[in-house]
C-alpha cells in the first residue's frame, strides 16, 4: 500500500471557506476512485507552516498514478490549485 500525503498553504482570501470546499471536493472522491482507499483532509493544528493536509492510501504506485490522472480528481484538482499558495508531498509504502 501506498500512503500520499500533501501539505498545502492556501492563499489568504477565502481561506476558511475554501478548506471547507477542499475538504468535500477532495474526500468526495472516496468510493469512486478505483485502488482509492481512504482520502481525508485535516486542518493543521500548526498553522504558521500549512493550513491543510490530505492523507490518501492507494494500492500500489499504479493506483496514485491512476488517481491524478482520473477526472473526478482532476476536477478537485482544479479548484485546489486555484486556492494554494505551496504545497509540499510525501508517498512512502505502507
Known amino acids: 500500500m501506498i ?3 500533501v501539505l498545502y498553504r492556501l492563499k489568504e482570501q477565502d ?8 475538504k468535500e471536493k477532495l474526500e468526495g472522491l472516496n468510493g469512486k476512485i ?4 481512504g482520502l ?5 493544528c500548526n498553522t504558521h507552516q500549512y493550513d491543510v493536509c490530505l492523507t490518501a492510501d492507494f494500492d500500489d ?3 496514485l498514478q491512476a488517481y491524478k490522472k482520473h477526472p473526478l480528481h482532476v ?13 509540499a508531498g510525501f508517498d512512502f509504502e505502507v
Open 3 to 5: 500512503r500520499h500525503i
Open 61 to 63: 504506485p499504479a493506483a
Open 15 to 22: 481561506k476558511e471557506q475554501n478548506a471547507r470546499t477542499m
Open 34 to 37: 478505483e485502488g482509492l482507499h
Open 40 to 44: 481525508r483532509i485535516d486542518r493543521d
Open 75 to 87: 476536477a478537485a484538482s482544479d479548484f485546489v490549485h486555484e486556492v494554494m499558495a505551496e504545497r
